[in-house]
């Protein structure tokens, strides 16, 4: 085999593997109910704003 055939069958194998990152992934992304993400959304933005509250807003810090 020419080196261009193993380069050439080293980027398919790379593509391919990429391809399975991805749709593992996404499986795992989909896997949760939107009740699950609300839930989680609301819980990352209540930590967001515990940790401003007493403090001075983002807006107005120069």
């Given amino acids: ?6 380069l ?3 980027g398919v194998a ?3 593997a990429t391809g399975v990152v991805i ?10 109910t939107p ?3 609300r ?3 609301r819980t990352r ?6 940790d ?3 403090g001075v807003p983002a807006e107005d810090q120069a």
């Fill in 14 to 16: 790379g593509v391919a």
């Fill in 23 to 32: 749709a593992r992934a996404e499986r795992r992304r989909r896997a949760y």
């Fill in 1 to 6: 085999m020419r080196w261009w055939k193993i």
């Fill in 52 to 54: 401003a509250e007493g």
């Fill in 8 to 10: 050439g069958l080293a």
């Fill in 45 to 50: 933005l209540a930590e967001g704003s515990g």
């Fill in 39 to 41: 839930d989680r959304l």
């Fill in 35 to 37: 009740e699950e993400i």
